[in-house]
Structure formats: C-alpha cells, structure tokens
C-alpha cells in the first residue's frame, strides 16, 4: 500500500488507486497521522467533528469497518488497519507514506546545508518538495485535521524558505529571487520570507530592490495587522539598520 498525506488524501495499492469517500479520507487521515499506534475510539470521533450523529462511537465502528474491506489487499485476505485493545492501529510499511519521506529528504536537506554542501541540499529539497500535490490533507473535514493541515503547511513553507537559502549558498541568487519572491507575494506580512528576499536581491547586487522589499513588508504590517517590522528583520536582510530607517523617512 502506498499512502498520501501531502495534497488530497489518497492510498495505492499496486497500480490501483482505491476510492475513497470523504469520510473514509479524513479517517484515513487520522489513522496515518498516527501510523504504527493505536488511535482510540473517541480521539477519531473527536477528530472526525461534528459530521458524526448521535452515538459516535457506533458510528466510528461503522467507518472503520468499511475502510478496512477498501484496505484489504484480497477480499479474504489480512488487512493494514487491526484492532487493538486500546483502538485501532493503521499499519504502515517504511516508506510507503509520502509525509515520512518529506520528513526524511528535509532533515537529509537541512543536515546538507548545515553541512556546508548547499548544492547536495538544493538536490534533497527539490525532491522533498516534489512529493507535494497540493493542500495538505486535502479532501478532509473536520476541526483537527484543518489544523493538522495548517502545522503540514507550515513545514512545507519552512522547507520552500530553506531552499531559497540553499540557492543564495550555491550563488544562485537570481533563483532564489523567484523562489521567494513568491513566497513573498502569497505570505506578505511572513517576515522571515521578506528578509531572505531582501538577502538575496542584497547578494544579487540590487540593494535598491531589497529595500523595497523591506517598505513593502513594512506597508503591509502596519494597514493589516497595525505592526511594524521586527528590526532584526533588518539586520538578516543584511541592511544596515540606518539605511533602511533612513529610507523609510
């Protein structure tokens, strides 16, 4: 079984997709997000909302009854999804879900760049991100599992944002402007985003370009949320504080 996490819920077995309702996907969900581990009862129905009637429980049994026959590898065969005496446990062979191998290409990438080996990183990075086909979890419903989603794509952001810095370390600067300037242009008040943009075009040699960066960063702070930019924002963009300041006047 090959199981997906990052973009709409999917499994795989062999060549075959198994069809899922949206239920199934968000149970789905549940149990893979806690791989290996026994889910009890309540926690799924807890997870699965308030699209659950009267005596969840129940109703639990039910769903993981009719997502364990879609499980099955042959109709009298064992199954992935077992009882357990405390809940239900989803089996999982080792990089059979596309969220363990992310995980596993990100910190190889982050361990290359703290390395110093910025190219080998770019390398691990693009592959981890390539596992990704669109919003985390999608196809799911429920109030964890929107969170869930929200912490996935909040990782896959970090990620994006260390690439760009893996891009400035191999003197890529002209891609890692792409890069993070659309990052930029869907995050703009994420100050982090806007001060690796300023570093790169800084790098690049259009200090005039990373200061606007910077003002439009500061614009967005104060109408949306009525802040201005943390000054160390200055400093990681490698300005010099006076300079922006200045500007900024």
Do not use: C
């Amino acid at each position: 079984m090959e199981y997906q996490l990052l973009g709409v819920v999917e499994v795989r077995a062999g060549t075959d997709w198994i069809r899922l309702n949206g239920k199934q996907r968000s149970l789905l969900a549940l149990l893979l997000l806690r791989a290996d581990q026994s889910v009890p009862v309540p926690g799924i129905a807890a997870g699965l909302g308030d699209s659950l009637p009267a005596a969840p429980d129940m109703r639990v049994r039910t769903l993981v009854s009719e997502l364990r026959k879609k499980l099955r590898a042959a109709p009298s065969g064992p199954g992935p999804l077992v009882t357990r005496p405390s809940g239900y446990t989803l089996r999982v062979a080792p990089g059979r879900l596309d969220l363990d191998r992310f995980s596993s290409l990100a910190d190889q990438a982050h361990g290359a760049l703290a390395a110093g080996q910025p190219q080998r990183a770019v390398g691990a990075y693009d592959a981890a991100l390539r596992l990704w086909r669109g919003t985390a979890l999608g196809s799911t419903s429920g109030a964890l599992l929107a969170a869930e989603a929200a912490r996935l794509e909040e990782l896959r952001l970090r990620t994006e944002e260390e690439r760009g810095e893996a891009l400035m370390a191999t003197g890529r600067h002209s891609e890692a402007i792409l890069q993070l300037g659309s990052l930029t242009a869907d995050h703009p008040v994420r100050e982090h985003t806007h001060a690796l943009l300023m570093r790169a075009y800084f790098l690049a040699g259009y200090r005039r370009e990373a200061l606007h960066v910077y003002h439009t960063l500061r614009r967005n702070l104060v109408s949306e949320l009525g802040l201005e930019p943390m000054h160390s924002l200055i400093l990681t963009g490698t300005l010099h504080p006076e300079t922006a300041d200045g500007a900024a006047r």
